[in-house]
């Protein structure tokens, strides 16, 4: 009676990164595509799809703070936080508008009707350097006229209006005041998106085909039936042992079937290969063995099965094999077929010889 213990066997790590290597088309396949997506949709977002043209102006200020001592600026500053908390107050926006209309004279009347004080606020944003006396504002607007003008205005406010609402600061003057506004170049990176997206796209790759490995029901190596089934094998048709366990498992036994697990199997196929893989050997003789159909495509082959002195069952290596072995031996023995052996399929030779570190034999 065989007892599944499918789930049960440790983890093989060899066998899996032997997979993986295996896999490695696939995987650098999914890494290309995952870098053209990713890579490429960041180059048409951020490079061909560009947005206009935005232009800034950075004004930095001195602030003096009511200190009796240089040492005691740290207890009260003005954190960056802050900075922006006050620069987008609705009471600091409406001094900026006021002073936004003194320009009326200069700015294109239609413009300034359009401007509202939640674009001045997205337009303004607030830095301080790491000397905590030096805040700097920045100004970024679609309009090289329209960010010079808001700037003057913020500068106005700050210097003027600012330093009589917070108790903390005694005056605040304009050390730097850029004439005109500079184009904003965005920090567009390419080459580094590409990067960060083929290294992405390899690591869930091999993340997911690992987790493909892991959870289907494969049959890669003849050690796989023996462990999670309990069944006896002779490897595969290439192993060396194969001769010796056929002559082992089957002494005695003159009328044997052989039949496939999958449908698709040829047992007919099969049972030429082992007579040609065995036809040196005088103490094997396969003349009596014959040739079952599936008993999944052919349940009352079993009759048949149940007269043969022994049984030798095929199951192709590869992805899903596992439950259709674990019906086909479920099937068997309710009908008192007894399996003497199990081998396995085209298999992948090379990977069975990498995985156990053994050439292929000449002539084997």
């Known amino acids: ?19 993986l290597l295996a896999c490695a088309d ?38 003096e703070y009511a200190v009796e001592e240089e040492k005691d600026v740290g207890t009260v500053y003005i954190n960056e936080m802050s900075w922006n908390t006050y ?34 606020s997205e337009s303004l944003t607030a830095y301080l350097a790491s000397d905590l006396r030096v805040p700097s504002t920045t100004v970024i607007t679609e309009s090289a006229a329209a960010s010079r003008f808001i700037a003057r205005a913020v500068e106005q406010a700050m210097t003027r209006d600012f330093p009589e609402g917070i108790r903390e600061i005694s005056g605040i003057r304009v050390i730097d005041a850029p004439e005109e506004a500079v184009e904003v170049i965005p920090d567009v990176r390419p080459g580094r998106a590409f990067a960060l997206s083929a290294v992405l796209s390899c690591f869930f790759a091999v993340v997911i085909l690992l987790l493909k490995e892991t959870g289907d ?15 006896k094998t002779l490897g595969t048709l290439e192993s060396p042992e194969l001769t010796e366990n056929l002559y ?50 052919c349940p009352e082959g079993c009759r048949v099965l149940r007269e043969a002195e022994g049984i030798l069952l095929a199951v192709q290596a590869g992805a899903h094999a596992g439950k259709q072995l674990e019906y086909c031996l479920e099937y068997l023995e309710q009908q008192h077929c007894n399996v003497t052996a199990v081998i396995l399929w085209n298999a992948d030779e090379r990977l069975i010889r990498a995985y156990y570190g053994y050439r292929k034999v000449s002539g084997k």
């Not at 001094?95 to 939640?118: C, F, G």
């Open 217 to 231: 029901d494969n049959i890669w190596l003849p050690a796989t039936v023996r462990k999670r089934y309990g069944a």
């Open 26 to 63: 696939r995987i650098l396949l999914l890494t290309l595509a995952g870098t053209l997506l990713l890579g490429g949709g960041y180059y048409v977002k951020n490079v061909l799809l560009r947005q206009e043209k935005q232009y800034g102006v950075t004004s930095i200020y001195r602030v």
């Open 248 to 297: 082992y498992l089957y002494e005695g036994k003159k009328t044997v079937a052989v039949c496939g697990v999958q449908t698709e199997t040829d047992p007919a196929e099969i049972l030429a290969a082992l007579r040609e893989r065995c036809g040196d050997n005088t103490e094997l003789s396969l003349e009596e063995w014959f040739a079952v159909p599936s008993p999944v495509l």
């Open 1 to 19: 009676m065989w007892e599944g213990s499918y789930g049960k066997e440790p983890f093989d790590l060899r066998l899996t990164v032997l997979r």
């Open 87 to 120: 620069l987008h107050s609705q009471e600091f926006l409406d001094v900026v508008m006021e002073y936004l209309k003194e320009y009326s004279s200069v700015m294109d009347s239609d413009w300034l009707d359009r401007i509202t004080e939640e674009q001045v």
